[in-house]
Each structure stands twice: as structure tokens, then as C-alpha cells.
């Protein structure tokens, strides 16, 4: 069983850092794209950034670019998002994701990937 668990979120003021976690399980992780998401309450799943395996790079969003860097701890099996200069338009629940096999054009829609961590509540406010 392929299990995904995040941990990190917690209540931090605008322009403040936070780095989240995602500790993966039942799969072999270098073989396996692995991104975050994140939703806000009435809103749909918006893509933050990705590690594609298939090239070795990251991606981000043009809305977290230059403030969120997206990396992976092989050997723990464990994918990170390092957020810095928060922003209260960054409160939503994150979610980190998996998939294998995905083609390059689905690295960025949430449709693409196989398996979901269960969210971690980022809260930015001051």
C-alpha cells in the first residue's frame, strides 16, 4: 500500500517561512513524479510545484515562484516544500501527491496523479 504523510502546517504571520513535509511509503519513490497542491475552502486543487523524474527538474507556479522551493530526500523518502515570504493568499490546506508513469503534460493537473497525502493546514495571518 502506498501511504503519503504530511506534516509542517501550522499558523504563521505574512512574510514568515514554514517548511513542509512528505513522508512517503509502498512505492519506490525515485521512480514515482511527486508534487504539492494546495486548496483553499471553495476553491478548486491548484498546482504549487513538482519534481519530474523523467528530467531531474523542478516546477513551480507562477504564484509561489521565487518564494517556494520544491526538493526531495531520497534516501528518507521524503518530499519538502521550504515556503518563505508568506502570504495570507497562501492559507489552504497542501497536499502532497505521486504518481508513476505520468506524461509530461499532466505534471501539472491533479487528474495525473495516482495517490494523495491526507492535507496539512497552512493558516498565513496576522
Known amino acids: 500500500q502506498v501511504h503519503l504523510v504530511e506534516s509542517g502546517g501550522g499558523l504563521v504571520q505574512p512574510g514568515g517561512s514554514l517548511t513542509l513535509s512528505c513522508a512517503a511509503s509502498?512505492?519506490?519513490?525515485?521512480?514515482?513524479?511527486v508534487a504539492w497542491f494546495r486548496q483553499a475552502p471553495g476553491k478548486e486543487r491548484e498546482f504549487v510545484a513538482v519534481?519530474?523524474?523523467?528530467?531531474?527538474?523542478?516546477f513551480t507556479s507562477d504564484s509561489v515562484k521565487g518564494r517556494f522551493t520544491i526538493t526531495t530526500d531520497n534516501a528518507k523518502n521524503t518530499l519538502i516544500l521550504r515556503m518563505n515570504s508568506l502570504k495570507p493568499e497562501d492559507t489552504a490546506t497542501y497536499y502532497c501527491a505521486a504518481a508513476s508513469g505520468i506524461i509530461q503534460s499532466q505534471l501539472r493537473s491533479h487528474s495525473g496523479y495516482h495517490y494523495w497525502g491526507q492535507g496539512t493546514q497552512v493558516t498565513v495571518s496576522s
Open positions: 519534481v519530474s523524474r523523467r528530467t531531474g527538474s523542478t
Open positions: 509502498g512505492l519506490t519513490f525515485t521512480r514515482y513524479a
